[in-house]
């Protein structure tokens, strides 16, 4: 699904409720895999190092890394996680806090989608999600991190960035929930709460497809009619207790990703 295609009327199309969308279509999307015993514990740092590395490093920028923990503050109440009855509009998102919240979690999925990986898809998606000046900023930074060899090589990807024969590249993130920190009409803070599927689908893959847990402070801007991101930071957790459950089998993994797609809309 193209960016521009969040935008269209079939995409919100509503009934006031919170909503979750898929594509039509079936696409790429992994299952978590069991926790299995037989896996390093090397492996799986390196994997987290590097999603770190690549991603919250290019997105983030040089100067973000403090003041990550803007979550404190009141208990939730129970209109968290309510629906607000609010249709979104046919063309962007709402200029309010629920507005801020879709923007910021649809933004974040495509931030740490596979697409990312392509230079033509990753410039739609920069300009897309980002305010003009951020975008120009980070452009760089971003191309940088995305065709190094010896990253794309440390996951497990060719040196193009195309997974091996046999394999499907996963990365995926799954918003849990939002909340705004902070709202001014034209300015808001919103953090989401999301799991992370990070690595490769297929039999013999180097770095298996694992999971971890984030929160992201997003700082938005409403510009131009939408919402858009000026900037973000990252932090680990909360992160929950994982279920003893067998990990699927690759073929299964495999399957699961091709016939799985990812959300397209989110509260």
């Given amino acids: 699904m193209s960016l521009d295609d969040r935008h269209s009327d ?13 594509p ?3 696409a790429p999307d992994p299952r978590r895999p069991g926790r299995s015993p037989s896996r390093s514990l090397i492996t799986v740092v390196g994997v987290v190092v590097l999603l770190i590395a690549a991603i919250a490093f ?9 003041g990550g923990n803007q979550d404190s503050g009141s208990a939730p109440k129970s209109s ?13 998102f709402a200029h309010d806090e629920q507005g801020a919240q879709s923007a910021a979690a649809n933004y974040a ?10 230079k033509a898809k990753r410039d739609q998606i920069v300009d897309t999600v980002y305010v003009p000046q ?16 010896s990253f794309l090589t440390s996951i497990g990807l060719n040196k193009d960035g195309t997974a091996p024969n046999g394999t499907t590249f996963v990365s995926r993130i799954i918003p849990v929930g939002t909340k705004t920190t902070a709202f001014d ?37 409403w510009i131009s009619g939408d919402w858009k991101v000026e900037d973000f930071t990252q932090k680990d957790g909360p992160v929950p207790v994982g279920r003893d459950q067998r990990a699927s089998t690759a073929d299964d993994m495999a399957k699961a990703v091709k016939e799985y797609g990812g959300f397209t809309y989110a509260r």
């Fill in 185 to 221: 009409g034209d300015t808001a803070t919103v953090s989401i709460w999301y799991s992370s599927l990070f690595g490769l689908a297929g039999e013999g893959a180097k770095n298996p497809v694992s999971e971890s847990w984030y929160t992201n402070s997003y700082k938005m801007r």
């Fill in 80 to 92: 968290s996680t309510a629906a607000t009855g609010t249709k979104p509009v046919g063309a962007g």
């Fill in 134 to 149: 951020a975008a120009a900023a980070r452009r760089g930074a971003l191309d940088k991190v995305y065709s190094s060899e």
């Fill in 24 to 26: 039509d279509s079936p």
């Fill in 58 to 66: 290019a997105n983030r920028g040089g100067d973000s890394a403090s």
């Fill in 10 to 22: 079939d995409l919100y199309g509503g009934t006031g409720q919170t909503r979750t969308r898929y």
């Fill in 109 to 118: 999925v495509q931030l740490g989608s596979a697409e990312m990986f392509d």
